[in-house]
C-alpha cells in the first residue's frame, strides 16, 4: 500500500519552495519560518525508516517552524529599544 502523501519529502520540499517565494513576495518574516520548518521536515522524511503519523508530523513541523522563527527574529532584530525611523519619503 502507498503511504499517504504527507508523508512524501518531496511534498514538504516543494512547500518549502512555495512558502519561500510567498516571503519574497510578500512583506516581512512570516513565511520564512514556515518554509524552514517544512524544507527540514521533508529532509527527515527522507532519511529511509521514518514514517510517523500526520500528528506527529505536524508538531514536528510546527516547532522547526517556531525554533526557526525565533532564530531569524534574533538575527535580524533591531537592537533592543532602538526604533527604525524614516528621515525621507522614497517619493522624493
Known sequence: MADPFWLTWWLWLAAALVLGILEV????FIF????????ITGLLLAIPGIAPGLAVLLLIF???SLIAWLILRRMFALPHGQVKTFDRDINE
Open 32 to 39: 520564512l519560518g514556515f518554509a524552514i520548518g517544512a524544507a
Open 25 to 28: 513576495a510578500l512583506p516581512g
Open 62 to 64: 510546527a516547532a522547526l
